[in-house]
């Protein structure tokens, strides 16, 4: 991977590493949740999430964002209703096989280990069991989608903030899933790196992964998602192409306040 | 990356002849032989320089695990309880007087920590919580502490007393082979499952939750802990008392050496233990005072300057 390759090659090769294993990135996947409960926290929530696309989950805080993406990563058990990974029931994957599918970036990047950028990267390979060459290969592909090879042997506590972001990123990305679900990957990032993560997010969502995100900024959810659902109080209040899911209507009702979008589609800002 | 690993072995391979030479009675393979040097070497010497690597590896290991296992660079293998579960059983063989029959006194002291395994495991096995694990560790301590204090006022005589003090200053003086024979396979299991334990480790460096999406069924990973360190640390007792810092100190000496995944950590640490506690014990044996140095004390005077030093470097820090 020295050379660098232009962006579309790369995409064809991770879809053929991901392809004869059990998971298949041009499959029509879908992830699917049926009136989950979390007692507190989310009160009957069914939404169908398919790959290929970017789904944003907005709503205001205590909302239940976090709580629906741990449960869409079956990571928590539920108090009833059911997820399924194409079609297949979430809690009777074995640990590994989910873990291979399904890759989760926590909001708070805790470290308890101040290792290095590649070392972060392999990590990501811990559900796998193909050997040194493959995980070699897909780490190798994860530091450079994030364009981090030169960062490689440098230890984590000596990155800015948004080296940091990519990097825990690449360490999702060499786990090859074939669905992303990243907890506010926004928060605490400046505004460019915002936009070249996003960028980042809609090029994986292009590849054929399956891409949820909690996002806090209405107007990068409007402008950026293929689909938007909104959360009150562990609801659904909405659910649909960003437009209709975030209108001044929903965010009046929801948020509680009184906003107008201005600027064209794509580049839609929000006025309070 | 196993640079550390190499350099200790050859540590280990120099100071094993040294330490069955050294002692009270020094056997110089070049002078005049000893009177009983044979039975000094294999019944004294051997089966105390085995059971100090034995039971300095499980420190060790159980230490390198453990710092992974709550991601804490400070913690140290007597926090689950299971040392004060044990030498709680060992207060009681003494207690009750039947510490001299053969056996009795490791026998209570494995029971001891297995009683507070299975406590840790009953308070907090459900969830998988490493805090809670922790909690539930402290609490067992504390309450294996009070009725170890307990059992040493109500001490039958004094001289019960005067022993149970002594022993749990923990030494390996006049150590035979049986103790190598219960301590050496428990231990060695021990590390065994702590090894086992090891990619579990590696992913919850990124947290609880990151780690469950990697596939860590926690409460997995809960039992491999609980029966590793349970195994090397009671063990240890059983065998010696209690002897502390060398889980503390080893993997963090050696954390700089690898790429900083745990796992990485166990094996290096385990030969590092051995290593500490061949050369401690040695020391101890040929330091020229009244009587032998306790080799638990000699450690715990060799951790607090450590402690210092590590705690003035953190100010620096973070200043």
């Known amino acids: 991977m020295s050379n660098p390759a232009p962006t579309s090659v790369r995409v064809e090769r991770s879809r053929d590493t991901a392809r004869g294993i059990s998971t298949s990135l041009d499959a029509n996947g879908t992830l699917v949740c049926k009136s989950i409960e979390l007692p507190g926290r989310l009160g009957g929530v069914s939404i169908t999430l398919n790959q290929n696309e970017v789904t944003a989950i907005c709503g205001p805080n205590g909302a239940g964002k976090s709580s629906l993406l741990t449960s869409l990563a079956g990571l928590v058990p539920l108090a009833s209703g059911e997820v399924r990974l194409d079609g297949e029931l979430m809690a009777s994957l074995a640990l590994d096989d989910r873990a291979r599918r399904v890759g989760y970036l926590p909001q708070q990047a805790e470290l308890a280990w101040d290792i290095s950028v590649e070392t972060l990267a392999g990590l990501g390979r811990l559900p796998w069991n193909m050997g040194i060459e493959a995980d070699r290969a897909a780490i190798d592909r994860a530091l450079s989608d994030m364009q981090l090879e030169d960062l490689r042997f440098r230890p984590l506590s000596k990155l800015s903030g948004g080296e940091r972001a990519r990097a825990m990123l690449a360490r999702v990305l060499a786990g090859e899933p074939c669905w992303l679900l990243a907890d506010e990957p926004l928060a605490n990032l400046d505004l460019a790196h915002q936009i070249a993560l996003l960028d980042h997010f809609r090029a994986l969502a292009g590849q054929g992964l399956g891409v949820v995100l909690v996002l806090h900024d209405l107007a990068q959810a409007m402008n950026r998602a293929d689909r938007v659902v909104v959360l009150q109080q562990g609801r659904v209040v909405a659910d649909g192409a960003p437009e209709q899911a975030l209108s001044e209507a929903v965010i009046a009702k929801v948020w509680g306040v009184s906003a107008r979008w201005l600027g064209e589609a794509g580049a839609r800002a929000l006025v309070i | ?319």
């Open chain 2, 1 to 319: 990356m196993t640079r550390p690993i190499p350099l200790l072995l050859l540590g280990l391979l120099i100071a094993v002849p040294l330490s069955l030479l050294a002692g009270r009675v020094w056997l110089d393979p070049f002078a005049e032989p000893v009177p009983n040097a044979l039975i000094i070497l294999t019944e004294l010497r051997l089966p105390r320089a085995v059971l100090a690597l034995v039971l300095g590896a499980g420190l060790g290991a159980a230490g390198a695990a453990m710092q992974g296992y709550l991601r804490n660079p400070l913690a140290d293998p007597g926090l689950f309880g299971i040392a004060p579960g044990a030498a709680l059983g060992a207060v009681l063989s003494f207690w009750t007087g039947l510490a001299g029959t053969p056996w009795v006194l490791p026998l209570f002291a494995l029971l001891g920590a297995g009683g507070a395994m299975a406590l840790l495991g009953l308070i907090a096995g459900r969830t998988g919580s490493a805090l809670l694990f922790t909690l539930a560790g402290m609490i067992i301590a504390s309450l294996a502490g009070a009725l170890m204090s307990l059992a040493i006022s109500l001490s039958p005589t004094p001289f019960a007393m005067s022993e149970i003090v002594t022993w749990l200053m923990g030494a390996l003086t006049d150590r035979s082979w049986r103790e190598v024979w219960f301590a050496a396979p428990l231990t060695l299991a021990g590390i065994a499952l702590l090894l086992k334990a090891g990619r579990s480790l590696d992913a919850l460096t990124l947290g609880e939750t990151a780690a469950r999406s990697l596939g860590v069924d926690p409460r997995t990973l809960q039992w491999l802990m609980i029966g590793g360190v349970g195994l090397t640390v009671g063990a240890g007792v059983a065998a010696a008392g209690i002897i502390g810092f060398v889980g503390l100190i080893v993997p963090h000496l050696l954390r700089r050496t690898t790429d900083g995944r745990p796992s990485q950590l166990i094996l290096p640490s385990a030969l590092a233990g051995a290593l500490l506690l061949l050369v401690a014990d040695m020391l101890c044996r040929v330091l020229p005072l009244q009587s032998e140095l306790r080799l638990g004390i000699a450690l715990s005077l060799l951790g607090a300057p450590f402690f210092l030093a590590l705690l003035l470097r953190m100010r620096k820090d973070l200043a």
